[in-house]
């Protein structure tokens, strides 16, 4: 299914998991039009983005802050392949230890 909203990127890439589970039916919003959320949270995210189509249906995505000085990884699209390429080498155990480095550090 595809989403078209001016500057919301594709739910495609917001939903990454299809297989939602009814938490609590019919909660009504209190006078400042707050619902609490706290029986489906399963840990405490950073911030979350919210999207509403619409029908007014509501998709809470969480989010954790990058710092800004590593944001470039981020944006490097080569240099984040690598990272994650040397992480699952490193989780399937496909490293070999060099000894220390710390006579090249300054």
Not at 23 to 45: C, F, H, N, W, Y
Not at 78 to 86: E, I, P, Q, W, Y
Not at 98 to 106: K, V
């Amino acid at each position: 299914m595809k989403w078209d909203f001016p500057n919301i990127r594709c739910m495609d890439n917001v939903i990454k998991d299809f297989r939602f589970t009814l938490v609590t039916e019919i909660q009504k919003p209190d006078a400042k039009k707050r619902l609490s959320i706290g029986q489906a949270m399963e840990e405490a995210a950073a911030a979350y983005n919210i999207y509403r189509n619409p029908l007014g249906q509501i998709v809470l995505d969480p989010v954790k802050a990058v710092p800004v000085y590593e944001t470039w990884l981020f944006e490097n699209k080569g240099a984040l392949a690598s990272v994650k390429r040397g992480l699952a080498d490193s989780a399937a155990g496909r490293t070999k230890n060099l000894g220390s480095f710390a006579a090249h550090a300054e």
